[in-house]
């Protein structure tokens, strides 16, 4: 027998013989949900895509992408510079390729800071409940409230310009609405049997809140977390396009497109393909968000 | 039993397509109701709920319903219009369902839904449709029919909610009247009174009742005939008052593993299935 | 064993109080099965969570309560979660959906500092007439009638005293109660234990029970032995009016029900 008939075997067995495999087993049929939406493949498909490119960078491209060769400016595409070269004779696809990684790195710092913060926000908020609540609350509202890019510019003005401190200036006002989703899920747990039954068990606060709220709270701050992504790289994008963001000379998509902009008539290509970039990235996550939600949701039988 | 029956339903079958294969809710299902009060019992998943949708053509999409018979006076429901549907739908054959939370519509007034209720299968005035709805709300007990009129669903407690679903069904003055565990979510004494209303007024009319539920003492002190389901099929039809000489071994079962209050048993017989029930034929009178 | 005196329990506040429960008293001796019965609304769920211990965050209980000689205090102490367990009527909800049956049942031995862990899980399945095989399976992937066993199955995992039961068979089809009820009778002589029953449905207490006591919108209005129950002997007419709902249907009888305000 094949191993991936064993492993196929093991994950659809009628009995699982540990939780792992029982953990497994879920993931699976989940994924078998998820395979249907053909939608959500490409969305999948794209992000995979983005993550293989960023990978493969060093062997995928011929240069760094940083270094000038002002004799080579602003070349349409061809054989040799697939996508052209921008001002400065870089190679454009080099500069795209080096570029995901940056895309890559902004979609997973928001993400550690935001997730945890949200979670650990929302579920003590909507579980507690009481002062509790309205305490955490008035502070998500308070960050809601501030404009992003606003934000981002106080931010540059005290720490200074960088990828990461956008990244920051972005993360904090990108929490907030992690925290409502976690907090209504909370709120809507708090009063169900299993947790009179947890807490029957004289298990504490911090035990009920991490082993027994958060997990149900996972699949809607996921699911937000994915579609939100597209407005998350737009954001940097943009700070980016403001000067806000990544410095030149790297490789990010929002800057390549705010220094190319001025040669968008005649030499379309500079600014136009890191846009495209953006775009399917964007489009990747949303359709990924969008495929998750169709597999989490329990109306179709989680 | 008298002479005219109201409805004929002969081997009914509901079946649905799932990616796990095909699912037989209803199998094979034949009985006559006249104007009476037939009880069909059965557990979960024994296709009662399924019996008393195929009906009234209220299938969830993705089951297949078919018969070799299925008429109501003398109207073949099967190959019916979706227009002549909807005229029996409330006019002829109506529903109450379960719990009133779910089935009354939330931002309407009480006296809203239940004129509607009236005017989609008569022409009448406003006025006149208000009059009958007053009439009706008076007939099943409310004693401030102006008040509860408009007052909206989640004012009014869950026995009263139930009476106004019963005011909305019967108030086109249907010939049948489908109930499908019309009082499980009440008390047990609001439930009797709501049941009593019920019965007065299917007295009154002559009309005829289909009970569904799960509770066996219930409906054998309330109907006059009963069906036991089973699995998608009838096992056993008998008269309310001759449950006790029940023939076939679920109904047995059944009747066995209830506890009693006169009780004094030490352990409840358990309802043994047996695979045979699944393939022998149901039982006709 | 269990002695209640002068329970109140009040939710809400300002003009939204609601008293669930007013001054009830019961007292229920070692190995005994003690009925709680009443309509919606009665507080019978209320009394059986206030001893449980778990309506400190939403309500404020007051009164004494005294479990096995010990006094019970605000929060309850580590020994009484381990003696008193309880079954709840969901038996879906009163699971975890994200749990295995072994995460379920290995909490709380975890929590109280149990040994052999996997040992006593597997021995739990087994008195509650489920095999080994039930372990890594999720709730949503058992019956109606096997969640609830697991329920009691976590109940037994801490090798409680006392197992208070609200409504632990009403979400379940007749045929499924009549094997949770005498399983539940089993367990109860094999382990010597005491239970709290709180119930709709006078049958189902009269079978598990030797005494009980009726509740009406939050108090007491009669207790009495299931056999007084029985020879129809009760003096209080609310509680003959539910006894004549509990017998079914009736046409003469409701005319005369009364509402009981």
Known sequence: ?302 | MTDSKLLSVEDLHVTYNTPTGLVRAVSGVSFELGREKLGIVGESGSGKSQTGRAILGLTATGGTVSASRLEFKGTNLLNASERTMRQIRGGGISMIMQDPKYSLNPVMTVGYQIEEALLVHNRTSKRVARERTYEMLRAVKIREPERVYRAYPHEVSGGMGQRIMIAMMMIPEPDIIIADEPTSALDVTVQLQVLAVLDDMISERGMGLIFISHDLNLIASFCDRILIMYDGRVVEECSAAELDQAQHPYTQGLVNCLPRLDGGQDELPVLKRDPSWLTTPGATR | MIDIRGLDVVFGHGKNVFHAVRDVSLSVEKGQSFGLVGESGSGKTTVLRALAGILERVARVSGEMTVADETLLRHRSQSFRRRVQMVFQDPFGSLHPRHTVDTILSEPARVHKLDRIEERVVQALEEVGLDASFRFRYPHQISGGQRQRVSVARALITGPEIILLDEPTSALDVSVQAEVLNLLMRLKREHGLTYVLVSHNLAVVAHMCESLSVMQNGAVVETMSVQQLREHSSTMPYTQQLLTASLGYDRTAIDAFEEFG
């Not at chain 1, 492993?7 to 013989?17: F, H, Q, S, T, V």
């Not at chain 1, 945890?116 to 308070?142: H, K, Q, S």
């Not at chain 1, 958060?214 to 940097?236: E, F, H, K, Q």
């Open chain 1, 1 to 302: 027998m094949s191993t991936e008939a064993t492993l196929r075997g093991w994950l659809l067995a009628e009995i699982p013989k540990s939780k792992w495999q029982a953990r497994c087993q879920r993931v699976f049929i989940g994924w078998l949900d998820f395979k249907r939406n053909p939608i959500a493949m490409i969305g999948l498909l794209i992000i995979v895509g983005l993550v293989t490119v960023a990978a493969l960078a060093p062997w995928i491209t011929t240069s760094n992408g940083l270094e000038l060769h002002l004799a080579d400016r602003l070349k349409p595409p061809s054989s040799e510079h697939w996508f052209g070269t921008d001002e400065l004779g870089r190679d454009i696809f080099d500069r795209i390729i080096w570029g995901s990684r940056i895309t890559l790195y902004i979609v997973a710092l928001v993400t550690i800071i935001v997730v945890p913060i949200g979670l650990l926000i929302g579920t003590v908020a909507g579980y507690m409940g009481g002062w509790v609540d309205t305490v955490l609350m008035r502070l998500t509202d308070i960050f809601l409230a501030f404009p992003r890019l606003i934000l981002a510019m106080a931010l540059v003005a005290v720490l200074g310009r960088g990828l990461e401190n956008a990244v920051l200036a972005i993360a904090l006002t990108t929490w907030s609405p992690f925290a409502r989703i976690a907090r209504a899920e909370a709120l809507t747990i708090r009063n169900s049997e299993f947790i009179l039954a947890a807490q029957m068990q004289g298990i504490s606060t911090v035990g009920i809140l991490a082993r027994h709220v958060t997990p149900l709270c996972m699949s809607s701050v996921i699911v937000r977390l994915t579609l939100d992504m597209a407005g998350i790289i737009l954001t940097a994008a943009g700070l980016g396009f403001l000067g806000l963001g990544a410095q030149p000379p790297t490789p990010e998509w929002g800057a390549m497109i705010s220094l190319g902009r001025q040669y968008l008539i005649d030499q379309w290509w500079v600014p136009t393909i890191p846009g495209i970039a953006i775009l399917v990235v964007s489009l990747g996550f949303n359709l990924l968000g969008d495929g998750l939600r169709d597999v989490f949701d329990p109306k179709s039988g989680n």
